[in-house]
Structures are given as structure tokens and as C-alpha cells.
């Protein structure tokens, strides 16, 4: 029995029951009933034909499938029907469907789609970390030593490797051109499991130093700057005017960490310093990447890890004593630090889905009243419980499905949103962000959302509806009836859970604001206005003595400051955290002393930035090489380390850096000359504690020029690129920049998900609202009767409205109970995030209140208003 | 639509095997078949066609009878035939053996005297 052979058979069936029928019809006649009796008595003998009907084709084994689609195509009748009901609630589900969609694309693409690379579990991020008295948990790279150390647990890991990023130019040409590139270890490539497209990575010898010279192109500078020439290899290019010989093209969308497309890969060649023991304590920035052996777990390889690092203390204990070795993988390492936000914004998007289900079963509960007399009509015609409800889930499933293939639309759009954002603000660093899309996840989560929309909205609704008594349905005057208490139980249930879900909503949304708002008015401790930025960056093959770099930073700044419409000028390079000793206090264990952020500054560089002066004095001219070293504290680092004393006249000394270990030949002492007020870097939550030092004394070959100007800040960059080239006509001025863009961008970074979850809170309440509008204009409807002849047996209007605001008020003050409860135990989740308030804030749960008891009584006042105006005649009449 | 007379209460298998048996006799209507198995049974199995059409397109989707429309010998129209197939004739014998074995065992546990004598 094939499907398209239905039509056949049942044309068929029908034929065979008509003749069974005329034959019955036959007999009873001849048993000498009148003609019409005899069609009577034949129907009865014969019964249910419809069912019947379907019993048979049931015997066919396609009645599944047929009921199915014959519900279908009932269902979209049915909606089409009532096109209003239709749109509002395919809107409705629209919305909630397609952003939780979006924000599962997000999802997907950061945290489920693996890093593109073959077998990437095994693929882990290897580190060094230390509790850090103080500053807590300190976390860097692998120094080399230790590294070899960790390689030779071969039963743990395949391979080892590491890099470390290289700033190259391209000097070949007139103007050198800066090139994203890294230096990588033997197996850094090879770790990935990828092949190069052409050539191949590099061999032991060449990650030798003086054998190091060769060099492997990404796909896209191989694209852009040689043309794909396929003849590429064996020539030559120059990175910072040495020649490379061009071994390899990497393959197109091979990825390095989360998604960058680097430009060049060079071998790094360790120093014999840096693989000394020595090293052991100075090199521990290299970025460690490793690949597991097959079935060894990251557990596995952490327990070892431990074990070795306990081993490593006892061996050597000037370098390694208090450090830890962390195994992550590489894929968490990377999509970590977004995790929490993707929480709240998935959080909060499923919230206003949630609600939106809310609504859709309110409007199915009243539409199911108005089919009643339908829904009987197919009962008495003998259809069973179950399959009415089947039936009616079809119709649901069925606008639940519109809704989602809207919504998947709308999701697409949301994507490309989404995508911008994510690559936008660099901080966000995730993996697979520039291919966030509709992949299969995503649409498999779509459609799985979607039956289940389907389902959780018309479950109740169909069940309640299908509870039919026969009799009192056809009877049906619309008077109340015992039914109908369940469904107005139902339909405040739904109320009431919409409001609390609205109001974690609304609280969350507040805590973000707050937050945002707070982190606004932070005091940067700097003036951004008028101030423009730019990197200039020297190349050491030219500036190869310190003595030179100092010179060129000081002719520089002598011109720029000389410029028209300049104010002030001055030279930063933001610091690395260092290790430093206040003197004159106890010395620390090693490792354990305070840290500082280590600036190298001009003097004019507090002007040009507007950083003020605290305490002592400002740095001089007179602070030049040769003079007596100084230095200049932030407020913080003042109260924390010279807690009760004036640390100016005092020394500290810089150590070494936390991160590498390095210590770059600064460990003399300094004075403290004076105190500066904080500021605030990428971490808007905590002020950075800062050393400024003039870099007269400590030079410098990368700085960042800030100009105030008294014009429009961009409008000097022509000539401050002028003055450059009349010291070097070879210099790049780069990423020219206003202060006030590059600190909207942090603040972008905190803006996007703040924005996302504020634009589902205003959702939610408006959802809510009208779902307290249908409700509330539902009762007074049905309930017509009454206040007619409440109004006719004197009632008053007043008291009237005050009734139905009071039962609309009601349903809210629950939900806002059971909401203010559930805020509330969620609230830890937010407790990281929030900045300027707790994340049980009061004044934020109560405004938060405030506002959902208003919208709810704007939502019932108008249906109250026209209860209240009921012409008690006319009600009655209608009657 | 309770009575007293036997009706859809007998079993599926049941019918089956009274439908087969019935076309034992030759080719036979739908309206023919309920007919003569109420008839047979003097009224005591009243089969509804709510069961006897469902349990003859079963039949037919298994091979058991095979179905056509005819004109009847007595009358000029076409009335859709049942007849017994060969798979269908092993069937009743099948079924026939399988009642019979039922029959004799619920025999022995409700008149056990009448085996022992």
C-alpha cells in the first residue's frame, strides 16, 4: 500500500460502504419499513461511518502519516482563519525563536564548533602560575627549561612547543609595511596536525640560532603580496632588513590561536642563556601549546604535571619554588574569559522565550473557548480525547514552526550583527568569531526549540479545551461554567510566571546599567578629549644602540611640541608588570615581592594624557641619563606598598618582570620623586598600580605618541607624520587614533552584551505587559454579564475599576514574589560582573519592582476602563 | 450500544479466522460476509462494521484475501468481492488449530471431571 494510492482506495472504501449501505437499506424494506425508516435503521445498523472510515485505514498502516498531514493542512486553515491570532503569535514566537537562535549561534561557533584543526581535543594550553600574596593568581608562560622538562614526559604528550609573538616589517620597498607574525618552536606548526599547501615546516637545524633565517607565509600574505605565485619558494624575503629564504605557504584558513590569520612564521631560536638554567627563572614568557598522546585526558596530564612541578620546587628551587603548571584545553583557554557573559545573555534570551510561550498559550486558552462548540462537534462526531489534543498540539507545532522559520530569518540578520561586534572590539579574542552562522548546530537547536515551543505552549491549553463536556458546550451561552475556573487558573498561572521571569530580567538588566553607569563615571585618571595617539615603533636593525632610540624620541617630541594647535606632547610605553622592593622594608621571598605596571614616560607625557599630580613633583629634563634615577608612583601602589609613610624620598627597586622573569638590567635603585593619581587600563573594575620612569634613563625603541592639541586632534597627524620623516624618511607613524575611540572601545567590549541583555529585558516587559492586557481584557469580556448587572443593581463605576485593577494587581504582586525570590538566588551569577553595586543591590530590585507594577497596572487599566463603562441596558440586551 | 449479544468483544484473531472460514464457501461481499456470520450464529455474534471492513482490509494488506469488483449473478451492479487466497487457506488452517488447541485447554481447566472420567 503506497501513499499516493490513498485517494484510490479511499474512494474505493467509500464506494464499498455505500453499497453495504443500499444493500441494508434493501433488507430493511423488505422487512417492510417505509422507504425512510429503512434508510434510518440502515444508518444506525451500519453506525459510525466516519469512524469506521478511519479504523480502516488505520488496517492500511498509512493513518499515522495521513492524520498527520490531514492535521497540517487543518492547522493552517485554521490559522489562516483567524489572521490576527496568527500574526501576533508567529511574531511573538518569531522574536523569542530567533534570539535564541542568535545567541546560539554565538554559542556554537565560540563554544561547541572544536578549534579547526584535526583531533583538537587533544590540543592544551600549558602555563606557569603562582599565588601571588597580594595579587592573587599569577599565570605565565613556560620558561624553557622547564619546558624541555615537560616534553620529556612522553607518555603524557606528544609534542611540545611554543612561540612567541614577533613584530616584523617588511622592508622591501619604500615604505616598510608591519606584518602580524610568530616566532614558533620545531613543533609548533606540526602540532596542529595541518600541512603546509606548499614546502614544508621547519627542521631542527633551522630552529638553531644562525640557522634561523627562513620563513613560512600565510595564505593571505602569500595571496596579497606575491600574488599566490606558485614559484614562490626558495625566494627570498626581508623581515626587518634581513634576508629570509620562503620555505612554505601555510594553508588557506589555517588559524593561530583563536582566529587570527598570521602573516609570517619564523623558527624561534632559544638563546643558550635563555635554555640554561638560568632560563629556568628568565624566560618564562613562551606561550606553551601541546598535544596529548590518544587517551590521555586533561586530568591525567594535570595530576603529572603536578607531580613534576612538586619535583621541579625540590630541584630548583630559586626559579621554580611556589609555581604550578596549569593544563587547560587550548580550545576552554580560549573562549574562557567570554563564558560567564554568554551565560547571562543565554540566560536571559531563553527568559524571553519563555514568556513569549506565556503569551501564545494565553491567546490559545482564548481562542480554545471560542472553538469550543468546534472541539465538541468533533468529539460528538467521534473523535477521542487524544486525538483532539493531538490535533490541537498539530496547530500549535504548526504556528510554533512559522514562528521559527521567521525567527531563523530573523537570526541570520542577528548574526551578521553579531559577527561585526565580535571581530570589532579585538579584546573579545574568541575562536571561530568571524564565522558566526546558521550552522547545522544551530538549526538543529532551532528546530528542536521550536517543537518544543510548540509543545510547552499548547500542552495546556489543548488539554484543558479538550476536557469537554458535550452536552454543556453545545448548549454553550457563554454563561461561566465549572471548565472554566481551571482555565482562569491557567491563564494567571501563565500571568504569573510571566511577570517573575520578567523581573529577573528587569533586575539583571538594572545590575548591567548600574554597572555600566558606574563604570562610566570611573575616573580614568586620565583627560581623553583632544588627545590623539599613535604607535611609532623602531626598528632595531636601525636603532640598534639605546643612546639612538633616546634621540630620535627626544628630536621627536621637540618638533611635535613645536606644532601648530599642539598643547603638549609626550612619549609612553605602557608597562609590563614588574617584581619591585620597596627598600628599607623587608625583603620578600622571591617571587613573592609586590608588582607594579612598569611605564616608560616622557615628562610631557602627565600633560599630554592629563594626569595629575598627587604629590612631589613632576620629571624633569634634569632627570636624564646620568642623574640620579627616579621614578613616579601611582596613589595605589603609594597606599599599598608605603601604607603609612610618605614614599617620597624614599627608593624602591624594580626586580624582574612577572611574567618572563626577565630582568632587563633596571634592578638599581630608584627614587621616588612624586605620586600621580591612578588610572584605568583595559580593566575598567580596578585601578593598575603604576611606576613611571623617564626614558631618558631607560630607553626605549616602541612608544605610543599622545598629542593634546587645542584643534581637531586628527587634524594634526599630517604633520606629526611630517616630523617624523624629517628625522627618518623611512619611520611609519601607525594606528593613529583618538583617545576617546580607543577608550569606547573598551567600553564597547562591555557595552555589546549589556546591550543585548537590556534590549531582552525591554522585550520581556513588553511581552508581559501585553500579556497581562490580553488577560485582564479577556476576563472583563467574559465577565460582561456580571458587571452589567452588578452596574444595574447600583454598583458604581469607581468601584467597579478599582475591582478589576485590584484582581489585575494581584496576579502581579505574586508574580513580583516569586520573581523578587528568583532574582534573587540567581544572583550570584552576577556577582562577578557587577561593578558599583551588589548584586542583591536593593535600590536596583526595587526599581525594578516599581516599574513591572506600573507597566502591569497601565496593562489592566485600560480593560478596566472599559469594564467600568459597560452600558448595563445594552450588556443585558445582548444577552 | 450495549447488548447482550456477543459483539465487538471477540477477539481479533477471532474474527480473522471466522471471515477466512466464511470465504471458504466461495467469493463473497462485505455486506454478505457480516450477514452470514450473524446469520449463522443465529444473531449471537453481531459483527459492527467498524470491525468487519477494518479486519477485511487487513486481510487483504496481508495476502490472506484478495479483493475485486464484480457485478453480482442476482443484480446489475458491481459489488466489491473478497475471495480466499492460497496463503489465506494455510492461514485458516493455522488459525483453525490454534482455536481448537485454545478451546481444549480452556476445556481442561473448566470441566477438569470430564477429563478424568
Known amino acids: ?879 | 450500544m450495549t447488548n447482550t449479544r456477543q459483539s465487538a468483544g471477540i477477539l481479533q484473531g477471532t474474527l480473522d479466522m471466522l471471515i477466512l472460514r466464511t470465504l471458504l464457501y466461495g467469493a463473497a461481499h462485505g455486506h454478505q460476509i457480516g450477514k452470514h456470520i450473524q446469520r449463522t450464529t443465529n444473531d449471537f455474534l453481531q459483527l459492527q462494521h467498524g470491525s468487519l471492513y477494518p479486519a477485511l482490509h487487513r486481510l487483504e494488506r496481508r495476502g490472506w484475501v484478495s479483493a475485486k469488483w464484480e457485478t453480482a449473478p442476482d443484480r446489475n451492479r458491481e459489488f466489491k468481492y473478497y475471495r480466499l487466497t492460497e496463503k489465506g487457506r494455510k492461514q485458516l488452517l493455522v488459525e483453525e488449530s490454534q482455536w481448537k488447541q485454545m478451546a481444549e485447554a480452556v476445556a481442561r481447566v473448566m470441566w477438569p471431571a470430564a477429563e478424568e472420567s
Open chain 1, 1 to 879: 500500500m503506497k501513499w499516493w494510492q490513498l485517494r484510490k482506495r479511499n474512494a474505493d472504501l467509500e464506494r464499498e460502504l455505500q453499497s453495504d449501505l443500499d444493500l441494508e437499506e434493501e433488507e430493511q424494506r423488505d422487512h417492510g419499513l417505509s422507504p425512510e425508516d429503512a434508510r434510518y435503521a440502515a444508518h444506525r445498523a451500519i453506525g459510525n461511518t466516519t469512524l469506521i472510515r478511519e479504523q480502516t485505514h488505520e488496517a492500511w498502516g498509512w493513518a499515522r502519516i495521513e492524520r498527520l498531514f490531514a492535521d497540517v493542512r487543518y492547522a493552517f486553515r485554521a490559522l489562516l482563519k483567524s489572521p490576527g491570532f496568527t500574526l501576533t503569535a508567529t511574531l511573538t514566537l518569531a522574536l523569542g525563536i530567533g534570539a535564541n537562535a542568535a545567541i546560539f549561534s554565538l554559542v556554537s561557533a565560540i563554544i561547541l564548533r572544536p578549534l579547526p584543526y584535526p583531533n583538537p581535543e587533544q590540543l592544551v594550553g600549558l602555563g606557569q602560575w603562582r599565588n601571588q600574596k597580594g595579587q592573587g593568581y599569577v599565570q605565565t608562560g613556560v620558561s624553557g627549561p622547564n619546558i624541555l622538562d615537560i616534553a620529556s614526559q612522553k607518555n603524557i604528550f606528544q609534542q611540545v612547543a611554543y612561540y612567541r609573538w614577533a613584530g616584523f616589517n617588511i622592508t622591501e620597498g619604500n615604505h616598510p609595511e608591519s606584518v602580524d607574525s610568530i616566532r614558533a618552536s620545531l613543533d609548533m606548526l606540526p602540532l596542529f596536525g595541518v600541512q603546509p599547501l606548499m614546502g614544508r615546516f621547519f627542521n631542527a637545524e633551522e630552529t638553531q640560532l644562525g640557522h634561523d633565517q627562513v620563513a613560512i607565509l600565510g595564505h593571505k600574505l602569500w595571496q596579497t603580496r606575491y600574488g599566490a605565485d606558485p614559484a614562490i619558494l626558495g625566494k627570498t624575503i626581508r623581515l626587518d632588513e634581513k634576508p629570509y629564504t620562503i620555505i612554505g605557504v601555510m594553508p588557506a584558513r589555517f588559524r593561530f590561536t583563536w582566529d587570527q590569520e598570521m602573516g609570517i612564521f619564523v623558527p624561534l631560536a632559544l638563546t643558550p642563556d635563555e635554555l640554561s638554567e638560568k632560563g629556568r627563572a628568565t624566560s618564562r614568557d613562551l606561550e606553551t601549546q601541546a598535544r596529548l598522546q590518544p587517551g590521555v585526558t586533561v586530568k591525567q596530564a594535570q595530576a603529572a604535571m603536578d607531580t613534576l612541578a612538586a619535583n621541579l620546587a625540590v630541584e630548583h628551587p630559586d626559579a621554580n619554588k611556589g609555581w604550578g603548571f596549569k593544563v587547560e584545553p587550548l580550545h576552554a583557554a580560549y573562549y574562557r574569559h567570554i563564558g560567564q557573559p554568554l551565560l547571562i545573555m543565554s540566560g536571559a534570551v531563553l527568559f524571553v522565550l519563555l514568556i513569549a510561550c506565556g503569551n501564545v498559550a494565553n491567546l490559545l486558552l482564548a481562542r480554545a473557548t471560542v472553538r469550543k462548540r468546534e472541539i465538541a462537534i468533533r468529539a460528538a462526531i467521534g473523535a477521542s480525547r487524544s486525538r483532539i489534543v493531538t490535533q490541537l498540539l498539530t496547530e500549535s507545532v504548526v504556528l510554533a514552526a512559522v514562528g521559527g522559520t521567521l525567527g531563523l530569518l530573523l537570526a541570520y540578520m542577528g548574526d551578521r550583527i553579531l559577527t561585526y561586534e565580535m571581530t570589532h572590539y579585538r579584546q573579545f579574542s574568541v575562536p571561530n568569531a568571524s564565522v558566526i552562522d546558521l550552522d547545522w548546530r544551530v538549526l538543529l537547536f532551532s528546530l528542536a526549540l521550536t517543537l518544543l515551543t510548540g509543545i510547552i505552549f499548547g500542552l495546556a491549553p489543548a488539554l484543558i479545551a479538550s476536557r469537554t463536556d458535550l452536552n454543556e458546550s453545545l448548549r454553550e451561552t457563554g454563561a461561566n461554567s465549572a471548565s472554566e475556573s481551571g482555565r482562569r487558573r491557567l491563564r494567571n498561572g501563565l500571568v504569573i510566571s510571566e511577570i517573575a521571569l520578567a523581573l529577573v530580567l528587569l533586575t539583571g538588566a538594572g545590575l548591567l546599567v548600574r554597572t555600566f553607569l558606574g563604570l562610566m563615571q570611573v575616573d580614568l585618571g586620565i583627560d581623553p578629549t583632544n588627545v590623539v595617539t599613535m604607535e611609532i615603533d623602531l626598528p632595531h636593525y636601525k636603532y640598534s644602540a639605546p643612546t639612538d632610540q633616546t634621540q630620535f624620541f627626544r628630536q621627536l617630541l621637540q618638533r611635535v611640541k613645536g606644532l601648530p594647535g599642539v598643547i603638549a606632547a609626550g612619549i609612553e610605553q605602557p608597562g609590563s608588570r614588574v617584581f619591585f622592593q620597596p627598600e628599607g622594608q623587608p625583603a620578600m621571598i622571591p617571587g613573592q615581592e609586590p608588582t607594579a605596571g612598569l611605564n616608560v614616560v616622557s615628562a610631557g607625557d602627565f600633560a599630554a594624557m592629563g594626569i595629575a599630580l598627587v604629590a612631589g613633583r613632576q620629571l624633569a629634563a634634569s632627570d636624564g641619563d646620568g642623574a640620579t634615577p627616579v621614578a613616579l608612583i601611582s596613589e595605589t601602589t603609594a597606599h599599598r606598598y608605603w601604607p603609612n609613610t610618605n614614599p617620597i624620598g624614599r627608593h624602591l627597586s624594580v626586580l624582574a618582570k612577572v611574567y618572563s622573569g626577565k630582568n632587563e638590567g633596571v634592578n638599581h635603585s630608584l627614587e621616588i620623586v612624586g605620586i600621580v593619581k591612578d588610572r584605568r587600563g583595559y580593566d575598567l573594575w580596578e585601578p593598575r598600580s603604576d611606576i613611571y620612569v623617564p626614558f631618558e634613563q631607560h630607553p626605549i625603541p616602541f612608544a605610543f605618541l599622545n598629542v593634546r592639541t587645542a584643534v581637531a586632534p586628527l587634524s594634526v597627524v599630517p604633520s606629526v607624520r611630517e616630523a617624523v620623516l624629517a628625522i627618518d624618511n623611512e619611520q611609519p607613524v601607525n594606528d593613529p587614533m583618538l583617545l576617546t575611540e580607543q577608550i569606547a572601545r573598551t567600553y564597547g567590549t562591555l557595552r555589546f552584551p549589556m546591550t543585548l541583555v537590556w534590549i531582552f529585558a525591554t522585550l520581556a516587559l513588553l511581552l508581559s505587559a501585553v500579556g497581562i492586557f490580553g488577560v485582564m481584557s479577556y476576563t472583563v469580556s467574559r465577565r460582561t454579564h456580571e458587571l452589567a448587572i452588578r452596574m444595574a443593581l447600583g454598583a458604581d463605576r469607581l468601584t467597579l475599576l478599582r475591582q478589576i485593577l485590584r484582581e489585575g494587581l494581584e496576579v502581579t504582586l505574586i508574580g513580583v514574589v516569586i520573581g523578587l525570590a528568583a532574582a534573587l538566588s540567581l544572583s550570584r551569577i552576577m556577582a562577578d560582573y557587577v561593578y558599583g553595586v551588589k548584586a542583591t543591590d536593593p535600590l536596583t530590585y526595587a526599581a525594578a519592582t516599581v516599574v513591572l507594577v506600573l507597566v502591569a497596572l497601565a496593562a489592566s487599566y485600560i480593560p478596566a476602563r472599559r469594564a467600568a463603562s459597560v452600558n448595563p441596558m445594552q450588556a443585558l440586551r445582548n444577552e
